[in-house]
């Protein structure tokens, strides 16, 4: 356990060092406004990350038996990461490098129904070994369903624009 629990650790931290090391070359794609809300997204999810962390520390010291601290302390990063993925995808602060979002939110709803998939499927025949089994999956996998419904909702966001810019251009002529 304490194998698998290093290799997601140190997973996490060069996934992160990765996005932070591409996202420095986006950061110029954006413009005044999308750096105004990704820090305001940025702060949103630092402060649900100490909250959240808060949290399992005070849990922690009740000795609670259903209690696993490692799997907390995982779940509040990736609480924290929807919460800024929801808040720029809302806000218009997100691009991707594919011409097309669709792909992309294809393969990524299909990893987290796959995930939830996973999760229950180790619930219901009782294979779980741990709770990494059930809940981290599960957890990832609604994490998922989230941001992609965020982008649906942008995407009819950015539609009804479209609608509302083409019928004023059709009212001025």
């Known amino acids: ?17 990765l996005i932070c090391f591409s996202d420095r070359k986006k950061v110029k794609q954006f413009d005044e406004r999308q750096l105004i809300v990704r820090g305001r997204a940025v702060n949103l999810a630092y402060v649900t990350l100490l909250i959240c962390l808060f949290i399992v520390l005070a849990l922690s010291t009740m000795n609670l038996p259903w209690l696993d601290v490692p799997v907390c302390v995982i779940l509040s990063m990736f609480i924290s990461l929807t919460i800024f993925s929801v808040y720029a995808i809302l806000n218009n602060a997100y691009f ?25 499927r180790h619930l219901f025949n009782g294979t779980a ?45």
């Open 129 to 173: 070994e741990d709770s990494f089994d059930i809940i981290l999956p599960v957890a990832f996998g609604i994490l998922g369903v989230i941001i992609i419904i965020a982008l649906f909702i942008r995407k009819r966001m950015d539609k009804k624009e479209l609608e509302e810019e083409m019928q004023e251009e059709e009212d001025v002529e």
């Open 1 to 17: 356990m304490n194998i698998v629990t290093l290799f997601l650790a140190l997973s996490i931290l060069v996934a992160i060092i």
């Open 96 to 120: 991707t490098n594919f011409k097309k979002e669709t792909p992309f939110s294809g393969v990524f709803l299909s990893v987290s129904l796959l995930n939830l998939f996973n999760g229950f």
